[in-house]
């Protein structure tokens, strides 16, 4: 028989509240009987301690207790010298020891633990104290216990307590029960709502959230699983929009290689130069875009080959901006290159890091319009080599800088594709900065541009 969690919550707060019960009421019990009248058997042996010396005297003078056996009152003057101030009446005596108790329950054994005088019950299991004399013991003045003698209504008082702790016990228990299974059902409620929620997102309902409720675990696991649904959401969209560009991206090229094809066959158009060298654009914006496409993957799953060595950051990114001196020229843009002095050492791969600014250097110039000014600098910046790239206008807009390093993302207007961009540069130069411990963040230049910056930790 399987048990649900319900079940198993009541089950388990309950047989906890009920054993915290059970401990109470024996732990009261253990107190009455072992406390309350333990305290009492200690006055009683307080009492026979103060009894003693008087015994211990008559037994000096008499030699035995052979006079104790025949004359019951001799044995009561010893045990309540009090009595002696009731000015000799013998039925005066008698009452004042009856309303104590006392004379009812003490006794006196001799040396060999046999009964002389007073209660029969007392034995060698009885509250008992020594009586010394010459240094040895010459009898023990005994009681019984109180819990052996309690008077009826005493004993009735007693079971009444305990019945009525034991009633107390159940009222406890019936309370735990109804306040557990209000919490188990309430706590099963919400569980049961995040497990149908977790159905609806594994059968691809990305729109499936949670009410967060109470700021408790379960709130925190609800806000985490409708964070998580976010994301799951976001990036089927990313994954959709993915597949929708690159089969546009695949198509637009593909479709001029086969009307220049189609009408060179139909004898429309003949084989010229041109005509050659149109489909070779058209076949090395296939092969850039595939190429662009391979890189990210393998960013993508950290399968990008990486040989890490101590490099100085300054010496690649001058290297990589003065190859591209002569392209950025021919689009009329001036290069101003701003290289710390010091060496900047970061633990890196040279050859993806020159890939990372070429990337870069050829954004500036594919988007800035001419007789614009690129500038490329790399200072410290605390425990980092600071690099950054700026243009001149045309910009982007404030609200659209952080989606610039998704894949195939484009600002619209002056950042398009009429440029001749994949749209897979920025995606890869993130992942390659990331790869390298760093971080890469857009925002907006001086002269109207894009400014890129990016952090890589020095070696120290």
């Not at 010459?138 to 819990?147: D, H, L, Q």
Request: hydrophobic letters at 45%; glycine letters at 8%; a positive charge.
């Amino acid at each position: 028989m399987k048990f649900g969690i319900r079940a198993k919550l009541f089950l388990f707060v309950l047989l906890a509240c009920a054993a915290v019960v059970v401990v109470q009421a024996i732990a009261m019990r253990l107190v009455m009987e072992r406390g309350f009248l333990g305290y009492l058997n200690q006055q009683s042996r307080t009492r026979l301690e103060e009894i003693v010396p008087r015994l211990a005297q008559a037994y000096a003078v008499r030699g035995s207790w052979d006079f104790l056996r025949s004359d019951s009152r001799e044995w009561v003057n010893l045990v309540l010298p009090f009595l002696q101030e009731a000015k000799g009446d013998p039925a005066l005596q008698e009452a004042a020891s009856n309303q104590t108790g006392a004379l009812t329950r003490v006794g006196l054994l001799d040396a060999q633990m046999r009964r002389v005088v007073g209660n029969p019950s007392i034995d060698t299991h009885s509250i008992r104290v020594p009586i010394m004399v010459e240094g040895r013991t010459v009898g023990w003045v005994a009681t019984v216990p109180f819990e052996a003698v309690l008077p009826k209504n005493d004993k009735r008082f007693l079971e009444h307590q305990f019945t009525a702790l034991t009633m107390v016990g159940l009222g406890s228990l019936l309370v735990a029960a109804l306040l557990t299974l209000i919490l188990a059902r309430t706590l099963l409620r919400r569980v049961r709502d995040m497990a149908r929620a977790t159905h609806r997102l594994a059968a691809g309902d990305f729109a499936s959230r949670i009410a967060d409720g109470a700021q408790d675990e379960l709130g925190a696991l609800a806000r985490d699983f409708n964070h998580m649904a976010r994301t799951l959401e976001h990036a089927d969209r990313a994954r959709r929009g993915f597949m929708a560009d690159i089969s546009h991206e695949l198509r637009t090229p593909l479709a001029v290689l086969r009307a220049q094809l189609e009408a060179i066959q139909d004898g429309i158009r003949s084989s010229t130069i041109q005509s050659t060298n149109a489909m070779h654009m058209e076949v090395e914006r296939l092969g850039k875009l595939v190429n662009d496409l391979h890189d990210l993957s393998l960013s993508d799953v950290g399968a990008m080959a990486y040989r890490r060595v101590p490099v100085d950051v300054g010496t690649v990114l001058q290297a990589a901006a003065e190859s591209m001196r002569q392209r950025l020229d021919a689009a009329s843009l001036q290069l101003v290159l701003q290289i710390a002095e010091v060496p900047l050492i970061v633990n890196g791969d040279e050859v993806r890091l020159h890939q990372l600014f070429g990337n870069l250097l050829e954004n500036s110039r594919r988007y800035t319009d001419g007789a614009g000014m690129v500038r490329v600098g790399c200072a410290r910046h605390g425990a980092a080599a600071l690099i950054f790239i700026e243009d001149s206008a045309p910009g982007v807009p404030d609200d659209k800088m952080e989606k610039l390093f998704e894949r195939f993302y484009r600002v619209e207007q002056s950042r398009n594709r009429a440029t001749g961009g994949s749209g897979l540069g920025l995606a890869i130069c993130r992942n390659i900065v990331q790869a390298h411990e760093g971080r890469i963040t857009a925002s907006a230049s001086h002269w109207g541009g894009l400014r890129v910056a990016i952090e890589l930790p020095l070696i120290r």
